[in-house]
């Protein structure tokens, strides 16, 4: 025993007098989780993967611990094995490599009484709590110091993002057999069977021809709608949100960029097929007065909610989400749109992105209900004689199309005084929506009615069951009559 306390007694000192311990504040207790931490990776290889799942490089203190947690992970996720030598070549292809580290290794190395006395159990966790420790004291120190010069409310805010970031990591075990998972699935789809009218476990869009492709949106999905400007992105959403509110489905619409009112215009000229422009001015027969009122007892029915707080991060979404949820029961949440919401930290706008889509998969998949997120395309489209969107177009990031479990881009030919499709169909007052990935189904190009002094996407008149005979499958003038529009 007392060996044991010498030989750590001499690691101890070693790092104390090495790295300036107690000027950083640090108890022997988190130095001991440290050290056992590494000494672990180096040696004893065991829980590797919990490591590299629940800790981060933050959480050592060391400088040189950093770099060797660093580059263990590198070589963990490459399928490389760990030793002295493997993380001694990894640090030199990343030109940190020094004789400090080298001496810090050999160090943990030859401590075999490391793996005997301590065994690393629950180091871990123990790592990760005291990192977690500092980071808030770290945190609270700059809430406070900032508190007499910055608004309150956006410092809540940031703390609120930093918080969620600092507890953002999984320790659930998954792993469940394959015999209780197919159990689980045939249980679904008998569910599905028997049910006569809807053939999905997702919401339905209420596109007829677009659901019988991508079978609706799936709980925790998240899926991407992505256009120019001027195509209709929140007019598809709209239209899409009230096809899902009269199937039953509670939706949740998020709108950083237009105000609740205006919302509720568009909507209600959707309904009532009088010219958006007019109700600017609100100059309205009484026709239109009588129309306008039943819509607004239409509306009443339609288990619509919209938050159209003027910013929104993860944070704020997660919470807000969670409390549609329990009060109404939400079943889908739409957000308009991507490129206005934020993160807490400064960083460039791919991170960002990166950051942003991921959160939004994270947050499907926790409530199980599928997230619909508006997005730009960027100006590349309109430079190609073929201005067909593809997921090349996306804007800032490839994360997005990475995350995204659906992505459906909007095309108007019409826009570009393109006059007619290569059918030679008219593209007057009609839309592509264009599947451009769609992880559980096929890809592919489904066509909307687009009304644009209504601000409407709907069905085109034909029979959506059965394939039609070509001559007869799209009109030169289209009809609008289906159960949505």
Avoid: W
């Avoid at 990591?169 to 689980?184: G, H, P, S």
């Avoid at 619409?253 to 105000?259: G, K, L, R, Y």
């Avoid at 288990?303 to 993860?314: A, E, H, I, Q």
């Amino acid at each position: 025993m007392q060996y044991e306390k010498n030989a750590m007694a001499r690691i101890l000192g070693k790092y104390t007098s090495n790295h300036y311990i107690k000027i950083l504040e640090v108890t022997n207790d988190e130095l001991i989780a440290e050290i056992c931490v590494i000494a672990n990776i180096v040696n004893n290889k065991k829980n590797l993967e919990t490591y590299f799942r629940l800790l981060d490089k933050d959480d050592f203190i060391i400088k040189e611990n950093k770099i060797i947690f660093q580059n263990s992970k590198i070589l963990f996720d490459d399928g490389k094995n760990i030793d002295l030598m493997t993380i001694i070549e990894q640090t030199k292809k990343n030109n940190v490599f020094s004789q400090k580290l080298l001496s810090e290794i050999l160090d943990l190395t030859d401590s075999e009484f490391l793996i005997n006395t301590y065994g690393y159990v629950n180091y871990e966790y123990k790592l990760k709590e005291y990192g977690i420790k500092r980071k808030l004291k770290i945190l609270t120190k700059e809430v406070f110091t900032d508190s007499d010069n910055k608004d309150i409310f956006e410092l809540i805010k940031n703390l609120q993002d930093e918080l969620a970031l600092l507890t953002e990591f999984n320790l659930k075990d998954n792993a469940t057999d394959i015999y209780t998972i197919a159990q689980e699935t045939y249980f679904k789809l008998m569910k599905i069977r028997s049910r006569s009218s809807e053939k999905t476990n997702g919401v339905l869009t209420g596109f007829t021809e677009l659901d019988l492709m991508n079978d609706g949106f799936d709980n925790g999905d998240l899926i991407i709608i992505a256009a120019r400007p001027s195509m209709g992105k929140t007019a598809f959403a709209l239209s899409m949100a009230k096809n899902m509110a009269k199937n039953g489905k509670s939706v949740g619409i998020f709108s950083i960029e237009m105000v609740g009112s205006a919302i509720t215009v568009r909507l209600l000229s959707q309904i009532t097929k009088i010219d958006s422009l007019k109700f600017k001015r609100a100059n309205f027969d009484s026709n239109e007065l009588d129309k306008i009122e039943r819509a607004i007892i239409d509306l009443e029915k339609l288990p619509l909610f919209v938050d159209d707080s003027s910013s929104l991060s993860l944070s704020d979404l997660r919470v807000k989400t969670k409390k549609m949820i329990d009060k109404s029961n939400i079943d889908v949440v739409i957000i308009d749109y991507l490129g206005i919401m934020k993160t807490s930290k400064e960083q460039n706008r791919d991170r960002e992105l990166a950051v942003l889509t991921m959160g939004l998969k994270q947050i499907a998949k926790d409530f199980n209900i599928p997230v619909v997120v508006l997005s730009q395309l960027n100006r590349e489209v309109t430079k190609r004689a073929d201005k067909r969107p593809n997921l090349a177009d996306l804007r800032d990031s490839g994360s997005i199309e990475q995350d995204a479990d659906q992505v459906l881009l909007i095309h108007r030919p019409e826009y570009y005084q393109i006059k007619t499709f290569d059918d030679n169909l008219s593209t007057e007052n009609i839309a592509e929506i264009i599947i451009g990935k769609n992880r559980n189904g096929p890809t592919g190009t489904v066509r909307l009615a687009f009304i644009k002094e209504y601000t409407l996407f709907g069905n085109l008149e034909y029979n959506y069951a059965y394939e039609p005979a070509p001559e007869t499958k799209f009109k030169e003038k289209p009809l609008y009559d289906d159960p949505y529009f």
